[in-house]
């Protein structure tokens, strides 16, 4: 089965300062990966996805990027993190084919920008 | 109009009562639809899954899906107090995943 790990558990950052969260896939080959990001009572808001390496799909203008160097690693990133940036962020993944395959999530970054 | 839309509630239900969760979507062309569970302050988790026309039901929950009005729904059957959580609706279509913003469901003793 799938597992997800994601870290930090938790992170405060000044206004500013740049942003480094990393998310690791086992148990597949090929996922697709995704970062959401939920702010505080509100849903979630897709981020980035990839479809396989080196291959990244924005959904939203922000100063945040993602990577994806290799086939089970998936890094969002910020060179100048803004106080708007603060909220939860999730790290999922799923088959290589989306059609009938659930979608995993990990741990969840806690992120605050102060 | 949103891709995915909830209504975020929230649904107040008595205990033993049956839930029932709403969802609709944009896309046609969305292949697979997932509800989820969130507790506050954690990360979702799948309660069920759904791809074709229909009911499907597991336990005390029922996903039913009708492409044609583009609308998905769960229902809980025996609703408990630890069913209290936020229902997020998700969908597939076109190698991307897509939630809505979820209705928080409060059941009450």
């Known amino acids: 089965s799938q597992t997800i790990h994601q870290w930090p558990a938790t992170l405060v950052q000044p206004v500013g300062s740049p942003l480094s969260l990393e998310c690791t896939v086992e148990?597949?080959?090929?996922?697709?990966l995704y970062w959401y990001r939920q702010a505080a009572g509100r849903g979630l808001q897709l981020l980035f996805y990839?479809?396989?390496?080196?291959?990244i799909s924005s959904e939203v203008p922000q100063n945040l990027s993602a990577s994806r160097p290799q086939d089970r690693q998936f890094i969002l990133s910020s060179k100048k993190l803004l106080l708007s940036d603060s909220g939860f962020y999730l790290c999922?993944?799923?088959?290589?084919?989306?059609?009938?395959?659930?979608?995993?999530f990990g741990q969840g970054t806690r992120l605050t920008v102060v | 109009q949103k891709e995915v839309e909830q209504n975020s509630g929230p649904l107040s239900v008595p205990e033993g009562a049956i839930a029932s969760l709403n969802c609709t979507y944009s896309?046609?062309?969305?292949?697979?639809f997932f509800w989820y569970r969130q507790y506050s302050g954690k990360s979702p988790e799948l309660i069920m899954f759904?791809?074709?026309?229909g009911d499907k039901e597991d336990g005390r929950f029922t996903a039913q899906l009708n492409k044609a009005s583009q609308y998905v729904s769960l229902l809980i059957r025996d609703s408990q107090p630890s069913d209290s959580a936020t229902y997020l609706c998700?969908?597939?279509?076109?190698?991307?995943?897509?939630f809505g913003t979820g209705t928080r469901l409060q059941v009450t003793l």
């Open positions: 999922a993944c799923s088959g290589a084919l989306a059609a009938n395959t659930e979608a995993f």
């Open positions: 148990g597949t080959s090929n996922p697709n």
């Open positions: 990839s479809v396989g390496i080196g291959q």
């Open positions: 896309d046609r062309g969305s292949q697979s």
């Open positions: 759904i791809y074709s026309n």
């Open positions: 998700a969908v597939v279509g076109a190698s991307k995943l897509t």
